[in-house]
Each structure stands twice: as C-alpha cells, then as structure tokens.
Nanobody
Framework: QVQLVESGGGEVQPGGSLRLSCAASGIIFRRYYMNWYRQAPGKQRELVATVTSGGNTNYADSVKGRFTISRDNAKNTVYLQMNSLKPEDTAVYYC?????????WGQGVRVTVAA
C-alpha cells in the first residue's frame, strides 16, 4: 500500500519559515520524481517545486529564491524548506510522487501565513 504523509505545516508570520516533509512508503522512492503542489482557497492547484530522481530541481517563479526542495532517499522523504513566507503562500500543500506514468498524492498539509 502506497502512502505519502505530509507534515510540518502550521501558522507563521510573514517573513517566517517552515519546513514541510513528505514521507513515502510502499514505493521504490529513489525512482520517483517528487513534486510539491499547493492549492489556495478558491484557486487551482499549482506546481511549486520538483526534484527529479537524479536530484535536479525546478521551481515556480513565485517561490524561486525562497523555497528549496530536497530529498533523502535513505529516509524515503522529500522536504520543502520555505523561507521569507508571504501571505500569498497560504495554501494546502501536497506532495506527489510520479514515475512511469503513475502518480500518488499525499493528503495535504495546511500552511497559513498571517500577521
């Protein structure tokens, strides 16, 4: 059974930091591209960051220079370090594992950035 479990969300003031984690089980984690998406209230889900199986990364323009995605294949975990958070970063964040045309999603974790 495949499971992706996100953690690390919460409420933070503008300018603050959070680190999200997504622990995977039931998959050969090192083979998978790992993505972080987010969905703000009333908006479509958007891709925030990607780390490939080889460790290459890509970011949405809105988070470049502020967010860092990384993976630890030994721990089957992907991280999203979020710095200099803004109110517009408020959303539910989801991790997504993609390989060979299939994908798996976590349940999401809420991030609220407010004064």
């Amino acid at each position: 059974q495949v499971q992706l479990v996100e953690s690390g969300g919460g409420e933070v003031q503008p300018g603050g930091s959070l680190r999200l984690s997504c622990a995977a089980s039931g998959i050969i984690f090192r083979r998978y591209y790992m993505n972080w998406y987010r969905q703000a209230p009333g908006k479509q889900r958007e891709l925030v960051a990607t780390v490939t199986s080889g460790g290459n990364t890509n970011y949405a323009d809105s988070v470049k220079g502020r967010f860092t995605i990384s993976r630890d294949n030994a721990k089957n975990t992907v991280y999203l370090q979020m710095n200099s958070l803004k109110p517009e970063d408020t959303a539910v964040y989801y991790c997504d594992a993609v390989w060979a045309g299939g994908s798996y999603w976590g349940q999401g974790v809420r991030v609220t950035v407010a004064a």
